[in-house]
Each structure stands twice: as structure tokens, then as C-alpha cells.
């Protein structure tokens, strides 16, 4: 793990990145507390309070008017999940 100060991380803001992509980088500041530095990958996924939420709220109105896919007694996850895609 590296730990810097931010204002060593201000001066040197390309060689922590770089660094962050192979090594913990935690940034230090009296004021502000320590910060992570994790460098994001295609694979992850970014999304909002505000838009969660509202994905939430949407997937508790679908559950409750019955748009819903159930699994068949016996079913294998791989089976319904090839089931649902083969039904859009």
C-alpha cells in the first residue's frame, strides 16, 4: 500500500494513477480524511443514488402488478436464465 499526502498526489497525479492500477494508493489530507484511489474497469458499474432508487422503486411496482419471471420447478438457473432471454 502507498499512502501520500494530497499534495504530493496534486504534484503527482499521473504516477499515482499509474500506480493505483497495481498497487492500494490512499490519499491522506488533515482536513478531509484518506481517500482509495481503485482505478475503474469496463466491468464495473457506475450508477447514481437517484437512478438506483428509482430502478428499485420501478422493480417494486413490477413485482407487485405480477410482471415477473418464476422459475420452473426443477429448473436450473442456467435453463431459466436462457428461458428469459429467449422470451425477449
Request: hydrophobic fraction near 35%; avoid cysteine.
Amino acid at each position: 500500500m502507498v499512502v501520500v499526502s494530497s499534495r504530493e498526489f496534486r504534484a503527482n497525479q499521473r504516477k499515482y494513477f499509474d500506480l493505483a492500477r497495481i498497487h492500494d494508493v490512499v490519499i491522506t489530507s488533515r482536513s478531509h480524511g484518506s481517500y482509495r484511489l481503485v482505478p475503474v474497469s469496463e466491468d464495473d458499474t457506475l450508477i447514481d443514488k437517484d437512478t438506483l432508487d428509482a430502478k428499485i422503486r420501478q422493480g417494486i411496482a413490477d413485482y407487485e402488478s405480477g410482471k415477473v419471471h418464476r422459475m420452473n420447478e426443477g429448473e436450473s438457473s442456467e435453463d431459466f436464465l436462457a428461458r428469459m432471454i429467449n422470451e425477449v
